[in-house]
């Protein structure tokens, strides 16, 4: 340590002494003035005061136990270790995603037969881009599709690219499309009261940019059934098209390509109360009625009956188990993964987690009676006001919920809190009646939406809601 001389200053920096001089003798701006020397004492001296109290502060700090952040002992997040979680992310970029919505017109449909014609369904094949329309009006319906314009750096429509697939008098339930091209529209109530199975294979653009029909085999296939028709949903993998059908005698898979197809029914789920097979089932009540299909992966399927029930079906084992029941009759079922399914009814849309017990199961549940109980939910969407024909569709990349509300607007909910969203989509009113909702991914195709988006359907008029 260095010894103070009286007069003389010394410079740690330097290593040596310095005479100090007289302030008013000494050079302008000289580093060894009496005044300069002060103030560099005074800043040596507030230097030594801050690491004295950071080594105070080091010592008397109590330190928090390094085996308290062992992910078993599950105190991560008490203790402030833990970063904001994967879902907390997720419904963070959802609220600012839904905050920049945008509309834009993708397409309006030739009315058919006449301006009064309406769509029911719409989808969008994510391969090729063609979109897929059903409607109906009176006793006839139509499946028309409309091919994009591949010239163009993205995809664009219009009405000299539109084909009609098919018109027949039936009433037309639903429509379903496969990653591997194939379509399958279910038809009921025709003029004899017989209803049919409509698989057929969608074509491709080629190298050139041109759609060509597949060969004359290709073509739609019917298959006769004696139940109505009421719901279908593709299995979203494998390489040969496979879709389930709901109808009014329970639970059917078809699965097949070209013009040869295997049709199988599956058995309802064993008796709620006392495990024993249900025999007494009659095939014209609500208690066999499915009214809504989903796969929750390539092997299990989750059904929705008229009675509020909800089944799991698994086609390793053949087995249905009766898992959860709803408030109202269920009329539309989605997969957010493959434990958590949103389940939409009468005037109630609510979350269910399979893996809770189930509870609140009836032996012959009956919504619209006052002593019907239903299943504890996950989560419940309070705010959820749907139309006369609820329909709704998730996003779980985005952790968000689309549904058609009463007064002809979209609503939008978060699938982490159940809250209603608040966003430019929400404040936009159709002069219409919301026929269809449908969420597409972000998966990159070359020409169509880089970003998820949403497909809405009005009349005839598709808009497509993206960033």
């Known amino acids: 340590m260095n010894r103070e001389i009286p007069g003389f200053y010394y410079d740690p920096e330097k290593k040596k002494y310095f005479k100090v001089e007289a302030s008013h003798k000494s050079a302008p701006g000289s580093n060894y003035s009496k005044d300069a020397v002060k103030r560099k004492r005074k800043e040596h001296e507030k230097r030594q005061r801050k690491v004295l109290i950071t080594q105070r502060t080091a010592k008397e700090k109590i330190k928090k136990a390094a085996f308290l952040e062992h992910p078993f002992i599950g105190a991560i997040r008490e203790l402030g270790y833990q970063p904001s979680s994967n879902g907390f992310r997720l419904e963070q970029r959802g609220l600012i995603y839904a905050s920049q919505f945008r509309r834009n017109r993708v397409h309006q449909f030739e009315p058919w037969p006449d301006d009064e014609y309406s769509i029911k369904h719409l989808l969008r094949n994510r391969r090729s881009g063609v979109l897929i329309a059903s409607g109906h009006r009176g006793g006839e319906s ?3 599709v409309c091919f994009p314009d591949c010239d163009q750096g993205k995809w664009t429509y219009n009405r000299t690219m539109e084909r009609v697939l098919f018109k027949e008098p039936y009433r037309i339930s639903s429509i379903s499309l496969s990653h591997t091209g194939y379509l399958l529209a279910t038809m009921d109530s025709g003029p004899r009261g017989d209803s049919f199975l409509a698989p057929r294979m969608l074509p491709d653009p080629d190298d050139a940019g041109d759609y060509r029909w597949p060969s004359s085999s290709f073509y739609s296939t019917r298959i006769a059934l004696t139940p109505s028709l009421w719901c279908s949903a593709a299995c979203p993998e494998g390489t040969t098209p496979r879709f389930a059908v709901g109808t009014s005698q329970g639970l059917h898979t078809i699965e097949g390509f070209a013009s040869y197809w295997s049709l199988s029914k599956k058995p309802f789920a064993n008796d709620v109360l006392t495990g024993k097979p249900v025999t007494h089932r009659k095939m014209d009540s609500s208690h066999a009625l499915v009214t809504s299909v989903e796969w929750l992966s ?7 009956l008229l009675d509020s029930t909800v089944f799991l079906h698994d086609l390793r084992s053949g ?11 269920v009329s539309k079922i989605r997969k957010v993964d493959p434990y958590r399914i949103v389940v939409a009814g009468l005037n109630s849309l609510k979350m269910y987690d399979i893996r809770y017990p189930p509870n609140g199961l009836q032996r012959n549940p009956k919504p619209n009676n006052k002593q019907h109980t239903s299943t504890k939910p996950y989560l419940s969407f309070p705010d959820y006001s749907p139309t006369s024909t609820p329909d709704f569709d998730i996003c779980p ?30 404040k936009y009113q159709y002069s219409q009646p919301i026929s269809s909702i449908c969420f597409e991914p972000g998966d990159g195709c070359l020409k169509g939406p880089q970003t998820p988006s949403l497909l809405v359907c009005s009349q005839a008029t598709v808009d497509e809601w993206n960033w």
């Open 298 to 304: 390539s092997d299990v399927i989750a059904g929705g």
């Open 142 to 144: 139509s499946v028309s």
């Open 397 to 426: 990349e985005l952790s968000l919920l689309a549904s058609a509300s009463d007064d002809n607007r979209i609503q939008l909910f978060s699938l982490t809190t159940g809250e209603q969203i608040a966003s430019p989509i929400s």
């Open 319 to 329: 087995g249905t188990a009766t898992r959860l029941q709803h408030t109202h009759a």
